[in-house]
Structures are given as structure tokens and as C-alpha cells.
């Protein structure tokens, strides 16, 4: 096998979120209309499903890690939804704030969210060009 080969991207396996509280991320990412795969308190680990994929969003327990208010430069980490307008008006019913109103980008729209660590997820849509979504 060339260095190449060994080297390849297949695709990603976890996305990690480190956060303050295993218990209170769980249930601020439930309340953001995530299945939790699996929970594992004793390693301060809980696995968020993101549709039918294998890989998902790995919740990782870290002690010192403290809140954080928005806004602030971090990495993002945007989720196709079918409607990301719908999206923003059930996260705000599940108490959910949206840190910016919803916004266009060139597939569509898209708003953010923050857990309360400062980790910002997106959930963006493909109305403006269907084509390239998962749903053509």
C-alpha cells in the first residue's frame, strides 16, 4: 500500500463537542430534536444521532470547561434540515434561541444555534437548490 492509499479521507467518523455538563448537554441537544445513540455517563460520553448516518456528534464531559455567551470566531458545524425556517421556529418553541434571525446562503437558509458552551451548530437547507440536498 502506497502512502496514499494509507492516507486517504473515507468520510468522517465523530464530531466532537466537549461540554460542561454530560446530563444538561443531553438535554439541551434532545430539546434541539437530537436522538441520543447511546450514553455512557461513566466515560462522560453521550453519542447524538444525525439521520440516518453512522458517524454523529460525540458529547465528551469535560470538568473545567465553563459557559460561554456568544458571539465569538469557533468552528461551526451545519446539519441539512429540510427547512431551515421551520427548523428556527421549532427550536425557539423548545426555548432554543437562534443567535443571529435566519439567513440566506447559496443553497438556501441557515440559522445557528450555541449550546451553553459555546459549541455552534447550524441547521441549513437546499429550498434554493434542491439538487445537491440528500432529499433530490
Known amino acids: 500500500m502506497s502512502d496514499k492509499e494509507s492516507y486517504e479521507l473515507l468520510g468522517f467518523d465523530n464530531v466532537l463537542l466537549p ?3 454530560l446530563g444538561e448537554a443531553v438535554d439541551f441537544y434532545e430539546r434541539a430534536g437530537f436522538t441520543v445513540g447511546f450514553r455512557f455517563d461513566e466515560a462522560g460520553i453521550a453519542l447524538l444521532r444525525v439521520g440516518a448516518e453512522t458517524p454523529g456528534i460525540l458529547l465528551r464531559a469535560e470538568e473545567a470547561l465553563v459557559r460561554r455567551t456568544p458571539p465569538w470566531p469557533s468552528p ?3 446539519l441539512e434540515v429540510p427547512d431551515a425556517r421551520a427548523a428556527a421556529r421549532e427550536l425557539t418553541a423548545a426555548g432554543i434561541g437562534p443567535l443571529d434571525e435566519v439567513f440566506r446562503v447559496a443553497t438556501g437558509w441557515t440559522v445557528e444555534i450555541a ?3 459555546g459549541n455552534v ?3 441549513t437547507d437546499y429550498t434554493k437548490r434542491p439538487e445537491l440536498g440528500r432529499r433530490c
Open 19 to 21: 461540554v460542561g455538563d
Open 115 to 117: 449550546d451553553p458552551w
Open 121 to 123: 451548530l447550524g441547521f
Open 76 to 78: 461551526r458545524i451545519w
